[in-house]
């Protein structure tokens, strides 16, 4: 009856139906009250079915500043278990509360969930600084006091990855707060910073500054207020949460455009120094104590082809899922070392346990004897990257900082890092269809299943392209289907995208 009479002040806005999606909730704030307290109630049913600390995330990334958004993390540090997703669809869209407590009960029961005798549900919240940030926050509170007595824990301000590393910490039981999840990030950045090796820390001649910029540069374009004078500057850009990293410099040649350095270029750079570090423990830790850690990489058919050929060089195992951070984290996971990005600059990197271990063994027992010794720094340098970078989510601070050490390690310049492979060059198109889900792809997303023959008609324009590569998917956040191309040239890959959409059409 709390839940009746409270959902009666959160009613869902008429004529919007809303869907969770890959990145939560999003819509105007106005829009969002009954979905915030939705999402509180289905944080608390999480918790209580998990028995485990849940987080909810209020903040809408890079969009505009009047919209926001909510998203849960699972105990793991994860996203929302897509199990749960149809779930979070229905609860968000239940017209009336007497629709909604129908739901809930329905759900409860078929999920068994539990409310006596189990530990109380515990949820930690978060939110950006937009200014509806803190209405919604209280709907959250509502939803979550309406079902059950949770346990809400206000964490303040955050950025989305902070959150997430927030409730992977408190479900490891470690200590959680901002200030831990700080002080992890600088002791780890510290001890590789004192493990460069000393004749190379030089930054290859570079300025010793980086410029940030918090996603006002959305576009391919130059931020404002940056012009000629900031040509040879390392800048990193971060979207609205901090979730995704490039990094960027402004174009000798011109300067209102920019060199971009993405995703892939990112996961080329942690690739060759995680590889590295994993020679040099392989070559050097006698035979019967070694540990071949497997390392894979892990992309999505956005990934430039001249990275993945790239990577392939250097002799790793190469990995493709579907778009969105679910597929590609869960594949990593199955590494010892598990490298992912996409392009977007979302990624990280995951470490084993038992990997972790090891190196923790290892670097004890090497304390005795090789003090100092090169396997001992490389097994030290695996596992400050283990604490340093985002064992949840893609993580910009923490890339950012990685990729900071990386490039002092090397002694490289941002113009080094950046010649590592050539881009290809690429276009993307979308395609505006009746019905999106007509098309269907397999092997993550790289060809079309249905409808028949449009794959072999795509092969047939790709055949006209030296290095011509294209596929096409529906997107899974707006109604349209997406076109990829990339070739030699910047006009075959236009030709090759425009020839493709209009096969789409
Ligand atoms: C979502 C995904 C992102 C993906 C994008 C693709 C998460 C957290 N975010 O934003 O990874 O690149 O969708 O959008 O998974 P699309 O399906 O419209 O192309
Ligand atoms: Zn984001």
């Known amino acids: ?10 009613l869902p806005p008429q004529g919007v139906k809303l869907s969770y999606g890959t990145a939560g909730f999003r819509a105007d704030a106005s829009l969002l009250q009954s979905t915030v307290y939705r999402v509180g109630i289905l944080a608390a049913l999480r918790s209580l079915k998990t028995q485990l600390v849940i987080g909810v995330m209020i903040t809408a990334s890079h969009n505009k500043v009047s919209d926001n958004g909510v998203k849960i993390a699972d105990p793991s540090g994860g996203m929302l278990s897509q199990h ?25 029961k078929k999920e068994n969930i539990q409310f006596s005798g189990v ?14 940030g803190n209405a919604l926050l209280k709907a959250a509170k509502e939803g979550l006091a309406s079902v059950i007595a949770a346990v809400a824990i206000d964490m303040g301000i955050l950025t989305t990855p902070q959150l997430h590393w927030m409730v992977r910490a408190r479900n490891k039981g470690m200590k959680a707060s901002e200030h831990d999840y700080f002080g992890q990030l600088s002791s780890s950045f510290r001890c590789l910073m004192d493990l460069i090796p000393r004749e190379r820390g030089t930054f290859g001649g570079m300025k010793d500054k980086l410029v940030v910029d918090g996603a006002n540069g959305k576009e391919k374009v130059v931020p404002h207020g940056f012009g000629s004078k900031d040509v040879g500057t390392r800048c990193a850009s971060l979207d609205g949460d901090a979730d995704r990293l490039v990094y960027f410099c402004v174009s000798p040649e011109s300067s209102s455009k920019i060199n971009l350095i993405d995703g892939d270029k ?17 070559e050097q830790v006698d035979t019967k104590n070694s540990y071949q850690a497997r390392l894979g990489v892990v992309q999505t058919a956005y990934a430039n082809g001249a990275s993945t050929n790239y990577l392939k060089q250097l002799g790793l195992e190469v990995n493709l899922t579907p778009t969105g951070v679910k597929y590609l984290h869960e594949k990593a996971a199955g590494f010892d070392v598990g490298i992912y990005f996409e392009a977007n600059g979302h990624g990280t990197i995951l470490f084993s346990e038992s990997f972790i271990g090891w190196l923790e063994a290892t670097t004890y027992e090497l304390s005795s004897g090789s003090k100092g010794s090169e396997e001992k720094k490389a097994a ?38 950046n ?12 395609v505006k269809v009746a019905d999106r889900t007509a098309v269907v792809t ?6 079309v299943v249905s409808p028949p023959c449009l794959q072999e008609a795509i092969n047939a324009e ?15 956040t707006e109604d349209v289907v997406r076109v990829y191309a990339e070739a030699s040239t910047q006009e075959g890959a236009d030709s090759l995208a425009c020839s493709v959409a209009q096969l789409v059409e």
Request: hydrophobic letters at 45%.
């Open 84 to 108: 749960w997703e149809p779930f979070a669809d229905a609860l968000a869209n239940a017209p009336s509360p007497q629709d909604l407590v129908q739901l809930i009960n329905d759900f409860v």
């Open 266 to 282: 990112i996961l080329s750079l942690f690739a060759l120094f995680i590889g590295e570090q994993l020679r040099i423990l392989n």
């Open 119 to 132: 530990k109380p549900a515990e949820v930690l919240l978060g939110r950006d600084t937009r200014p509806s």
């Open 462 to 476: 790709i055949a006209n392209y030296p290095q011509g590569r294209s596929f096409v998917r529906p997107s899974g």
């Open 442 to 447: 397999a092997n993550a997303e790289t060809v």
């Open 380 to 417: 030290l340098r695996l596992l400050a990257v283990g604490k340093l970078i985002n064992q949840a989510v893609g993580d910009a601070l923490s890339g950012l900082l990685l990729v900071e050490v990386i490039l002092q390690h090397m002694g490289w310049s941002l113009d080094r890092w």
């Open 1 to 10: 009856s709390l839940l009746l009479s409270c959902s009666s002040h959160y």
């Open 419 to 430: 010649e590592l492979y050539q881009d290809l060059p690429s276009r993307q198109l979308k």
